[in-house]
């Protein structure tokens, strides 16, 4: 196996994992940072490639995602505070009630 | 095998070993290094391959960021429920039968698939005079854009906790007129 192949089993290992953990852990903030790892995951993948293609358009495009994820960041955690604000606990389950 | 394959695996099995980590430890401190311990072996990674820039951007924009924020989440929410006494939701036997499947996908896919073919890159192609020349020349559009779109985004969600803060102050107030007149 070479090392680009390598890196994307370990991208793809990463990926699943975080989406695995998003379903099987039961506290929101663990949520969240497994939805961190699998985009780590898919970063990684995308840094492969740049590599290997040479693009420097992949170099920029992984800096625009992390510029996107840190706002992500920045909008999900004051959402989360107000959810545990209302309902008082980091169990997904205590919101079921909400729509859409 | 090369000193910088052994460095690869040394650093692949650091980022595994951090993510596998975060599904069996319980208090969100110590998932939430987990990651950063992810993170650095995955900045490491992108350091070996050349991608300096990269790796520099994720230590800065992630670990020192990203996860110093969630940690002051954490801290902020010392949550002691039921989230923290039981790690795992009902759907842990679906999770990880779907963890099987995926790797399985992912086993097959690798053993089936072709070598990727290499291309002649420059050994400067990526180093920080490059990658800016580049940014600034061709995609500060883009760039200028994503942040004119990031600030709407974080305009219209402060609009929406004001309004919504608003309503539950006026709603307290006629509740209060309400009582008095009650």
Same mark, same amino acid.
């Given at each position: 196996m070479d090392d680009t192949t390598f890196l994307l089993a370990l991208s793809g290992m990463l990926f699943a994992l975080g989406l695995v953990g998003v379903i099987v852990r039961r506290n929101l903030l663990v949520m969240l940072m497994f939805l961190e790892l699998m985009l780590n995951g898919v970063i990684l993948s995308l840094?492969?490639?740049?590599? *290997? *293609?040479? /693009? =420097?358009?992949? /170099?920029?495009?992984?800096?625009?995602?992390?510029?996107?994820? $840190? $706002? =992500?960041? /920045?909008? $999900?955690?004051p959402i989360l505070l107000l959810l545990v604000r209302t309902g008082h606990t980091l169990d997904p389950g205590a919101y079921a009630g909400l729509k859409g | 095998m090369t000193i910088e394959t052994v460095f690869l695996m040394v650093f692949a099995l650091g980022a595994l070993t951090g993510a596998v980590a975060m599904f069996f430890l319980r208090h969100p401190m110590r998932v939430a290094l987990a990651l950063?311990?992810?993170?650095?072996?995955?900045?490491?990674?992108?350091?070996?391959?050349?991608?300096?820039?990269?790796?520099?951007?994720?230590?800065?924009?992630?670990?020192?960021?990203?996860?110093?924020?969630? #940690?002051?989440? #954490?801290?902020?929410?010392?949550?002691?429920?039921r989230s923290f006494t039981e790690r795992f939701s009902p759907l842990l036997v679906a999770g990880l039968a779907g963890l099987l499947l995926l790797l399985g996908v992912l086993v097959d896919g690798l053993l089936r698939g072709q070598p990727f073919p290499a291309?002649?890159?420059?050994?400067?192609a990526f180093s920080v005079g490059t990658f800016a020349i580049v940014f600034m020349e061709q995609f500060w559009v883009y760039f200028a854009l994503t942040a004119v779109l990031l600030l709407v985004a974080?305009?219209?969600?402060?609009?929406?906790?004001?309004i919504r803060r608003r309503g539950q102050d006026v709603a307290a107030a006629q509740a209060e007129r309400g009582n008095e007149r009650g």
């Open positions: 840094v492969v490639f740049t590599q *290997l *293609l040479g /693009a =420097e358009a992949g /170099a920029v495009l992984v800096f625009l995602v992390f510029v996107v994820a $840190a $706002a =992500e960041i /920045a909008i $999900a955690v | 950063i311990g992810t993170m650095v072996s995955l900045a490491a990674i992108y350091a070996q391959l050349g991608m300096h820039v990269i790796a520099v951007f994720q230590v800065l924009v992630y670990v020192g960021a990203v996860m110093v924020f969630m #940690i002051y989440a #954490i801290m902020l929410l010392d949550v002691r429920d291309v002649d890159v420059p050994p400067d974080e305009i219209a969600a402060s609009a929406v906790i004001d």
